[in-house]
């Protein structure tokens, strides 16, 4: 419920080179970035930061369930509710995405 | 919370924080609701964050600002979990609803669920509650607070249409949404908690109707009748049915256990009230209400004034958020002669707030009554006695006054 972005402790397995990878369409935009603009989108906010907290945001499970959709049908992966959730951020939910593609 | 309030003590309404979730899981609110309803019958608090709300505590005030739409409104979220971020659902969701529309929308759906449709329910509700009963005589302890929470699911899963399968699932995710920062309960933040509960909930009730409409089955079942309604002449959206849904099965899950558990304790801790309750069987109906009164499992609701409102003594302004204190009101001297004793002869049990009051009366009520009749009913015809085998512990909430854990040890009753 506080409003203020949090910083989050990085997963295991998370580096920066994520954000630096070539996206679906073959542009040069990171995913982090991507992700970031899909939720400018969906919560109706100018910009959003790679890093900034979805609650924060005023993200909610309405919102997240339009997010989630919105990714298994660009990128192909199915993103389960509660990591995506636990996640908070686009960086760490670029990085799922990312996760999601090495298994399939 | 606890629900016999300890000894009174000196209280300073104006450093009281409400929404302290340590009050509810090892402290007393009911001493400083006293206090409240004497001498801050309207009472603002400003939390850290800056966020503010006003609460009412006495009986009258609760069932009006429950009772009037016209000044305080549904529509930006009834739950104070929420304060102060305006409901997505409004409109959409029938408890975040205003009348015209809730009352169209609310029709049909409660013409399922009438004291009289639901008597058809009584037997099969019974061999429910003697299942759940069972293990309770075996002579081991059994926590009480803890299997109850499946207890709902079990009633009302056959008549919602949810497989077995599914109930501990979905009982998981309703309690998140009600104590989203309880050890028992937390995932992450207490934010991630709601999204993750709401979203899985509302998903799963989705996910139902679509495969519903793919196999084209139908069923006697309450999900399938909210796929059938027409209120105002049109079914309603994927969204309301799912929405509604989530909003039937959370009501349902959340609050009757608590009533079952904190009622049962009240009766441990009044061996003469269960003697009496026993040797007089007549008096389970009125041991029901009291069990409500006593218990207010929704300890409250919250709406938003439309205008200024004068209310209590004071002026809730405009757009402000108030508080409506059921598991207070339920205790007003005013209406309830000796509020704090569990008494279950008391005359006017019946007129408690529990179920909440006006428009938004708990739909589900009638069903509720009958499951705690039955259930007192078997309890006292099966157990000659009941005892404590540990410390009860304490939902961590605000919204629902509940308990984790009540360890019992019961003996069966020889001479029923």
């Given at each position: ?6 910083v ?10 994520s954000?630096a990878?070539?996206a679906?369409?073959g542009?040069q935009v990171?995913?982090a970035?991507q992700i ?8 109706n ?7 900034d ?6 993200g909610?499970s ?7 959709d919105r990714?298994a049908q660009?990128?192909?992966v199915?993103?389960?509710v509660?990591?995506f959730?636990?996640a908070?951020t686009p960086?760490r ?7 999601g593609?090495?298994?399939? | 919370m606890?629900l016999?309030?300890g000894a009174g003590?000196?209280?300073?309404l104006?450093?009281v ?18 206090v409240?309803?004497?001498k801050?019958p ?11 709300f006003?609460?009412v505590t006495?009986?009258?005030?609760v069932?009006?600002?429950?009772g009037?739409h ?5 529509e930006r979220g009834?739950v104070?979990t929420h304060?102060?971020t ?7 969701l ?5 009348p015209?529309r809730h ?6 759906l409660?013409?399922?669920?009438t ?14 509650v003697?299942?759940?009963l ?5 002579g081991?302890?059994?926590d ?13 899963g056959?008549?919602l249409?949810?497989?077995?399968k599914d109930w ?5 995710l ?5 104590a989203?920062?309880d050890?028992?309960f937390l995932?992450?933040s207490?934010?991630a908690?709601?999204?993750i ?6 998903t799963?009730?989705?996910?139902w ?5 793919a196999?084209g089955?139908e069923?006697d079942?309450?999900?399938q ?16 049915i799912?929405?509604d849904?989530y ?35 007549t ?6 209400e009291?069990?409500l009164r006593?218990t ?7 709406r ?6 004068e ?11 108030v508080?409506?204190w059921?598991?207070?009101a ?6 309830f002669?000796d509020?704090?004793?569990?008494d ?8 408690q707030v529990?179920f909440g ?11 509720t ?8 009913e078997?309890?006292l015809q099966?157990?000659g006695?009941?005892?404590?085998a540990g410390?009860?512990?304490?939902l ?10 009540l ?7 020889l001479t029923?």
């Open positions: 419920m506080n409003s203020s972005p949090q989050v402790h990085q997963l295991g397995g998370l580096d920066e080179t954000e990878q070539v679906a369409g542009t990171p995913l970035q970031a603009e899909l939720w400018a989108e969906h919560l906010a100018s910009e959003v930061g790679t890093d907290d979805f609650f924060a945001l005023g909610n309405l919102t997240g369930i339009k997010i989630i990714v660009d990128y192909g199915q993103l389960s509660r990591d959730y636990l908070q960086a939910v670029a990085e799922l995405i990312e996760q593609r090495a298994v399939a | 606890r016999t309030p003590r000196d209280i300073d104006d450093s924080d409400l929404f302290d979730l340590d009050l509810y899981t090892s402290g007393d609110p009911h001493p400083i609701w006293d409240m309803r004497e801050a309207l009472h603002h608090q400003v939390l850290p964050d800056g966020r503010e006003w609460s006495r009986y009258e005030d069932c009006r600002v429950l009037d016209r000044e305080f409104t549904s009834t104070p304060l102060g305006d409901d997505v659902a409004a409109g959409v029938l408890t975040s609803t205003d015209p009352t169209e929308v609310r029709r049909p409660g013409s399922k669920l004291a009289r449709a639901v008597k058809s329910w009584e037997d099969s509700i019974r061999g429910t003697t299942r759940f069972q293990p309770a005589l075996d081991e302890t059994f009480l607070a803890e299997k109850a929470l499946l207890l709902p699911a079990m009633v009302t056959p008549l249409g949810i497989p077995a501990e699932e979905l009982v998981q309703t309690a998140m949404v009600t989203p920062s050890p028992h995932q992450g207490e934010a908690t709601l999204a509960s709401h979203h899985e909930l509302v799963y009730v989705k996910d109707v679509k495969e519903r409409r196999s089955g069923d079942s309450l999900l009748h909210l796929m059938s309604v027409r209120p105002g002449g049109e079914a309603l959206s994927d969204e309301e799912a929405l849904g909003s039937i099965l959370l009501g349902a899950n959340v609050t009757t256990p608590h009533t079952v558990s904190g009622t049962v304790h009240a009766l441990i801790e009044r061996p003469e009230q269960f003697a009496k309750a026993q040797a007089d069987p008096l389970i109906p009125n041991l029901v009291e069990g006593w207010s499992a929704a300890c409250n609701f919250m938003y004034a439309v205008d200024d409102v209310i209590a003594g004071g002026t809730i302004p405009a757009r402000g958020a508080v409506a059921i598991g207070s339920n205790r007003d001297s005013a209406q002669t509020p704090h004793d569990f279950i002869t008391r005359s006017n049990a019946k007129r529990a009051y006006g428009p938004h009366f708990c739909i589900g009520a009638p069903l009554r009958l499951t705690l009749r039955v259930f007192f078997e309890l099966r157990f006695s009941i005892d404590l410390e009860p512990e304490h961590r909430s605000y919204f629902i006054a509940g308990m984790t854990h360890p019992i040890v019961a003996e069966k009753r029923p």
